[in-house]
């Protein structure tokens, strides 16, 4: 130790670096076990730890007593005689409705899917809902959106009144660029306004739009003052998922999480703000991660990988099942069917919808994947604060050729996951927690009297015993691949690049 302070005493431009780099090594320290943590109040209301035991249980009742559309149609609310537009509708949300208003009595005639995708979920392929009508249509585009709404009806419901369901949209979880929200923004945006436009040219006069609530997430701060930290926690750690922004002024584009939280503020303000006698409408806001089919993010990325890098095992979320959300798209409906309903509390607002019981851990989602799924899965754990830095490093990439334009011939685009691997991402990652207080409320107090149809324990069983039905036996070679609404996003920009270098 002596000559080791001599040494330093001699070399004082050594020293001055030796203390500042084990100065900076402990702070990064300090982030990655903050990072890493679970703080005292998200521990009281969190699930309690998922045990092996009550998984297999679960799922064993699951095999006898599935939880699906037919088994939930119960608690739909009644059926309207009305026709139907979904948007999206051969998507995660946007399926589960079609599947539940056939559920509860709806004629596939009465039902319109408008989307930029084929039919592919095999629960609608294989259903009643293989006869419901699907268009392909842009809704960027108002032209191809105002065709696929005035195509003419069957006679037998053509005089019937319509609602809309929106659900279509893009999804890039993780990138803040203004360049990412103005691909966002041909579609969440532009295309809301022109799905708006199309409904009143129709006549529709019931129209419920999918927001998020990742709307209300603030960008996660971890490099603060080291005091800060020791006595706390990084800086929006912690954040409640609410609709609290919406009855203040909308924020500016810097003070959203990423660039798609921003699109769907600014597309639901414009949806909210259009409701009126002849047009009512509203928002639901599901939370942080929906799943409930293996072409979702949460469940289904990871059923369709191998092995998924992980830091969050700790990590609070409420998730809610695609049949939770859209029984709540229901629900808004049933209120706003009232020609009355324009100038009730619950039209022109948003509603956060969760499942029916506390948050969760990303750790007991990742752990009841490894154990109850027939194909491979397991997680690599990774440092949370290595991450993060290399996350800036990904942002500060793709963002050069942005900045300076002649880098866009030099530097090749990142693709696939490393991509998404940016800043934002560790604000959607981080402790989240809805309730579904007001959403839940009775009518006649404001609320949508929402009841949700599956637990997240129930809901997360269900879809890897569908999972395994569908991969029990065979080779990985006959796996089927299933399309995220991120990877269809990729898809979506990629074709957008080809369209301009063909212009040029």
Excluded at 138 to 147: E, F, K, L, R, V
Excluded at 269 to 283: A, F, S, V
Aim: aromatic share 10%.
């Amino acid at each position: 130790m002596d000559s080791l302070l001599r040494f330093l005493a001699q070399r004082p431009f050594a020293s001055g670096a030796t203390l500042l780099a084990i100065g900076l090594f402990l702070y990064l320290a300090l982030i990655n076990s903050r990072m890493c943590g679970l703080p005292d109040d998200l521990a009281k209301i969190k699930q309690p730890k998922w045990t092996e035991q009550m998984l297999r249980e679960t799922y064993a009742r699951l095999e006898k007593s599935p939880v699906n559309v037919e088994t939930t149609k119960a608690g739909l609310p009644p059926k309207l005689d009305r026709r139907y537009i979904v948007t999206g509708g051969c998507g995660l949300v946007g399926g589960y409705l079609v599947l539940q208003l056939l559920a509860r009595g709806q004629s596939p005639d009465s039902i319109r899917i408008v989307d930029f995708q084929k039919m592919h979920r095999k629960d609608m392929l294989e259903s009643a809902a293989r006869d419901v009508d699907v268009i392909h249509t842009d809704i960027s585009s108002p032209a191809s959106t105002d065709a696929a709404f005035s195509k003419p009806w069957p006679k037998s419901v053509a005089k019937l009144p319509l609602t809309v369901f929106h659900t279509a949209a893009v999804m890039i979880p993780s990138d803040r660029t203004q360049s990412a929200y103005k691909f966002l923004e041909r579609i969440n945006i532009e295309g809301s306004k022109n799905v708006l436009a199309a409904s009143r040219r129709v006549g529709a006069d019931v129209l419920v739009a999918t927001a998020s609530a990742s709307i209300a997430i603030r960008f996660v701060e971890f490099f603060i003052s080291p005091w800060r930290l020791l006595r706390g926690w990084p800086k929006h750690f912690v954040q409640p998922l609410n609709e609290a922004d919406f009855f203040r002024p909308l924020r500016p584009f810097d003070q959203f999480y990423s660039a798609y939280a921003a699109s769907k503020a600014t597309a639901e303000r414009i949806i909210c703000d259009t409701n009126c006698k002849t047009l009512r409408t509203g928002t639901i806001r599901p939370a942080n991660g929906i799943y409930g089919h293996p072409t979702d993010n949460t469940v289904g990325t990871p059923l369709n990988s191998a092995v998924m890098p992980a830091w969050a095992y700790k990590i609070v979320n409420s998730f809610v099942h695609g049949m939770n959300c859209s029984v709540a798209h229901l629900n808004f409906e049933a209120v706003l069917a009232d020609p009355r309903s324009s100038t009730a509390p619950q039209a022109g607002r948003p509603f956060v919808v969760t499942d029916p019981n506390p948050p969760i851990q990303f750790g007991d989602l990742w752990f009841a994947i490894e154990k109850l799924s027939v194909t491979p899965f397991r997680t690599m754990s990774l440092v949370a604060v290595q991450m993060l830095l290399v996350s800036y490093a990904i942002e500060a990439y793709i963002t050069l050729p942005l900045r300076f334009p002649v880098l866009k011939n030099i530097l090749p685009p990142l693709t696939g996951d490393a991509k998404h691997l940016q800043p934002a991402l560790f604000s959607i990652v981080t402790h989240l927690y809805a309730t579904n207080d007001p959403v839940g409320k009775p009518i006649k107090e404001g609320g949508l009297g929402y009841r949700g149809l599956v637990t997240t324990t129930d809901g997360v069983a269900q879809e890897l015993l569908d999972w395994n039905l569908e991969h029990k036996g065979l080779d990985e070679s006959a796996w089927f691949k299933y399309r995220s609404s991120v990877s269809m996003a990729d898809d979506l920009e990629k074709i957008g690049h080809t369209a301009k270098a063909l212009q040029k």
